[in-house]
C-alpha cells in the first residue's frame, strides 16, 4: 500500500469517534432488544446479518456511511480497520429509517465488497387506544372489546396490534417485559385495524380487560381498562295491590323490578323496562324499575309479570327465555242473592234463618245480619245477635222481649269480596214477616204467706204445666251477704210449686219462668219479706238495791246474713206501769253482735217500783233488717 493510500485510510479512520454512528467492536454483548437489520425496533442498537461471506482475507480496511429517510449523509464517514464487516452497530437515539453502507477495501484502496442494510428504529410509545366503554352482557353472550385506534401521531413504525390481558381485579398487565411487547404478546397483531378481540363467555360480575396499543418496534402505550360486565341473574320482582281474596271492584297493580348488578335505571326502548299482561293481552309496560296496570271486570283474571334488565336478562316467555312470574286476581262486582227460608220451624218458632247464595266468590264465611221492626211502619230496623253458618245467616228472635203484633224482618248478606245486598222475602214467597206472639202464652202467679212462697205455672185459658223450672230470685235489702240467691224449683203435675225461705234479712222475691222455645217466658208479681232486728236482753239479778251493786245489762243482736254486726246502736229503754218506753242509755255492739252495761239504780224513788227494760234496735244505714226490740226482762228496786 502507497503511503499516500495509507494515510488517507488513517485519516478515515480518525473520523470515526466524530461521526454519529458507531461501529461497535470487540465482544460486545447486544441489549435484548436488539433486532436483525430491516426490522422496526425500539433500540438503536442493531445486530446486521450481512450476508455471506462477511469476512474477506485481503481486505484491509472496512468503511461505513449513515444516511437518513431523506438520503442525507449523517455525521461523518466511519472506517474500522480489518477483514470484514461487523454485526454490532449503533444509530443516533432519533427515531427513524436508516441506511447503512459498508465496503471493504483492500491495501491499494479497491472496493473488494459492497453492501446495504436499512435500520429501522422507534422508541417512542403510541398514545393509549380508545376502548368501547360496552354494555352489561348476558352470562350466555360472548365478550367482544372494540378497540378504537390511539389518536395521532402514531409512532413512526406505526401500529403493530394491541396487547390484552384479563382478570377480576384490573392489576394484570398485558406485557410482561418492562417497556416492550413481544410479537406473541401482541394478541391483536393485524395493525391498527385488528381492533376486535372475543373472550368468550365469562363469569358474572365484573372482568377488568386492560389494553396497550403496540408501536411497529414493540413499544406499548400507557394501558387503558375497560370493565367487561356480566348479568346472568332475573331481576327480582314484587307485585303489590293484588290481595290474595276476592275484590269488589277495579284493582290496581303495581309492579316493581330490583337488579342489584345491571340494575333497572331506564335507558331508552333498548333498556331496561317491566311490564305487566293481564289474561294474555298486550302488556302493559314502563321503561325502568316500575309499571303499573287496571284489572277489572268479575272474574279469575291471571296476571303475567316480568322485566328486563339493563344486560338484557328477562323471563317473558319468549324463544329461549324462562316463563313470567303469574298471579291470580279475583273480582266479583256483582251482589249476593238474600232470602228467608219458605217457613218457620214448627218446633222452633224463633229461630229464624236466611240463604246468601253468590254464583262468583260465595257467600261471606264470617259477616251478615238480621234485624227487625214493626210491620208497616218506618221504624229503624232493630239488629238481631246473628251466626253466619256456612250459606246461613240464623238468629234467634226473643219474641217474649216484643210486644204482641206484626214484625217484618230483613236480612243483610255479603259475598266474599264484600258485595251486600238485603232480603225483606221468603224464598218463594212473600215478605217476611211474623206475628207476636210465637209462642204459647203462659201465666204466672205466686204468693208470699211468712216465708212460705206459693205459685202456679199454667198455660193461658188453662192447662197446668208439670215440671218446668221456676227460678225464685232473693233480692236482700242492702247490707246483706250474699246480696242476691236463686233457688229452683219444679212445677208438680198440678203446675203448682213452693218454696220455704231461709231466714235472714229483709227482701224482694220474685219468681219467673224463663220460657221454652214453644212456651213464652211469665214473671209473678214480685212479694216483699220483712225481717225484724232479732236481738236479746238479759239482766244479772231481778231485784237492785237503791244505792248498792249495779245490775249488769247484756245481750246479743242476729247478725245472720248481714254483712257486719260491730258498731250497731242499740237503746237500752225502761217503763213502769202507766209510762211509755223511753231510753236511758245507748250503747254500741261488737264484732259478734254482743254488747254489755253496768246500771246502779241510786234514785229513791225507785225502791218498790217494778221496772221493765228492753234492748232496741233501730238500725242503721246498710243495716238489712227492720227495727226490732227484745222481750222486755223486770228488775225490781229495793
Known amino acids: 500500500m502507497s503511503a499516500a493510500r495509507w494515510k488517507s485510510s488513517l485519516a478515515r479512520l480518525a473520523l470515526a469517534t466524530a461521526l454519529t454512528l458507531t461501529v461497535l467492536t470487540g465482544a460486545w454483548a447486544l441489549p435484548a432488544s436488539a433486532a436483525a437489520a430491516d426490522e422496526w425496533q425500539a433500540s438503536n442498537y442493531f445486530d446486521i446479518d450481512w450476508p455471506a461471506p462477511r469476512i474477506l482475507p485481503d481486505a484491509v480496511n472496512a468503511f461505513y456511511r449513515l444516511r437518513d429517510s431523506e438520503g442525507t449523509q449523517v455525521g461523518p464517514l466511519a472506517a474500522r480497520p480489518g477483514t470484514g464487516l461487523v454485526r454490532a452497530v449503533r444509530v443516533p437515539p432519533i427515531p427513524g429509517i436508516y441506511s447503512l453502507e459498508a465496503w471493504l477495501e483492500d491495501a491499494d484502496g479497491q472496493v473488494l465488497r459492497r453492501e446495504s442494510a436499512t435500520l429501522r428504529f422507534d422508541d417512542v410509545p403510541p398514545a393509549s387506544p380508545a376502548l368501547d366503554p360496552g354494555r352489561w352482557l348476558l352470562a350466555t353472550e360472548p365478550a367482544l372489546l372494540r378497540i378504537g385506534p390511539p389518536p395521532p401521531p402514531l409512532p413512526i413504525s406505526g401500529i403493530r396490534g394491541y396487547a390484552v390481558s384479563l382478570d377480576r381485579r384490573g392489576v394484570s398487565s398485558p406485557c410482561a417485559g418492562h417497556g416492550l411487547c413481544t410479537i406473541a404478546e401482541t394478541d391483536l397483531a393485524g395493525g391498527i385495524d385488528d381492533d376486535t378481540i372475543s373472550f368468550g363467555t365469562l363469569p358474572e360480575g365484573l372482568n377488568y380487560a386492560r389494553v396497550v396499543a403496540v408501536s411497529g418496534s414493540g413499544v406499548p402505550s400507557a394501558v387503558t381498562t375497560a370493565v367487561l360486565k356480566v348479568d346472568g341473574t332475573l331481576p327480582r320482582l314484587a307485585l303489590s295491590g293484588a290481595p290474595n281474596g276476592w275484590n269488589v271492584g277495579p284493582v290496581k297493580l303495581t309492579a316493581r323490578a330490583e337488579d342489584s348488578l345491571s340494575g333497572m335505571t331506564a335507558a331508552g326502548p333498548n333498556g331496561p323496562f317491566t ?58 262486582e256483582d251482589p249476593p242473592r238474600v232470602e228467608f227460608t219458605r217457613a218457620q220451624d214448627p218446633g222452633d218458632p224463633e229461630r229464624i234463618e236466611a240463604l ?283
Open 275 to 332: 311490564a305487566i299482561s293481564v289474561d294474555d293481552a298486550a302488556p302493559a309496560t314502563a321503561l325502568g324499575a316500575a309499571v303499573s296496570a287496571w284489572v277489572s271486570g268479575s272474574g279469575v283474571h291471571t296476571i303475567a309479570f316480568y322485566a328486563r334488565d339493563a344486560a338484557g336478562n328477562v323471563a317473558d316467555g319468549s324463544a329461549g327465555a324462562a316463563a313470567p312470574q303469574t298471579a291470580l286476581v279475583r273480582i266479583d
Open 356 to 638: 246468601v247464595s253468590d254464583a262468583l266468590s260465595g257467600p261471606s264465611p264470617g259477616r251478615g245480619s238480621i234485624a227487625v221492626r214493626p210491620a208497616g211502619t218506618r221504624a229503624r230496623f232493630e239488629p238481631l245477635p246473628t251466626l253466619v253458618e256456612g250459606s246461613r245467616l240464623v238468629t234467634r228472635w226473643d219474641s217474649d222481649s216484643y210486644p204482641a203484633g206484626k214484625y217484618e224482618f230483613l236480612a243483610i248478606g255479603f259475598d266474599a269480596a264484600g258485595n251486600a245486598e238485603t232480603g225483606t222475602n221468603r224464598a218463594r214467597g212473600g215478605r217476611m214477616v211474623l206475628v207476636n206472639p210465637v209462642k204459647a202464652p203462659v201465666a204466672l202467679t205466686a204468693k208470699l204467706s211468712r216465708r212460705s212462697l206459693e205459685g202456679r205455672l199454667q198455660r193461658l185459658g188453662g192447662g197446668a204445666l208439670e215440671g218446668r223450672e221456676i227460678a225464685v230470685v232473693e233480692t236482700f235489702a242492702e247490707g246483706a251477704a250474699p246480696s242476691q240467691r236463686t233457688t229452683v224449683v219444679n212445677t208438680r203435675p198440678d203446675g203448682t210449686f213452693s218454696l220455704r225461705l231461709a231466714q235472714g234479712p229483709s227482701r224482694e222475691v220474685s219468681a219467673s219462668f224463663g220460657g221454652t222455645r214453644l212456651l213464652s217466658r211469665a214473671a209473678a208479681a214480685v212479694a216483699r219479706l220483712v225481717a225484724k232486728t232479732r236481738v236479746r236482753l238479759h239482766a244479772s239479778a231481778t231485784s237492785a238495791v237503791i244505792g248498792g251493786r249495779p245490775i249488769v245489762f247484756g245481750g246479743r243482736v242476729e247478725t245472720k246474713g248481714a254483712e257486719t254486726g260491730g258498731g250497731l246502736p242499740v237503746e237500752l229503754q225502761f217503763r213502769y206501769r202507766g209510762a211509755p218506753w223511753s231510753e236511758f242509755r245507748t250503747v254500741e255492739t261488737d264484732g259478734r253482735g254482743r254488747f254489755r252495761i253496768a246500771y246502779r239504780f241510786s234514785d229513791d224513788d225507785s225502791r218498790g217500783v217494778r221496772f221493765q227494760f228492753r234492748a232496741y234496735v233501730k238500725g242503721r244505714e246498710g243495716w238489712p233488717y227492720e227495727p226490732g226490740a227484745s222481750r222486755p226482762v223486770i228488775v225490781a228496786g229495793r
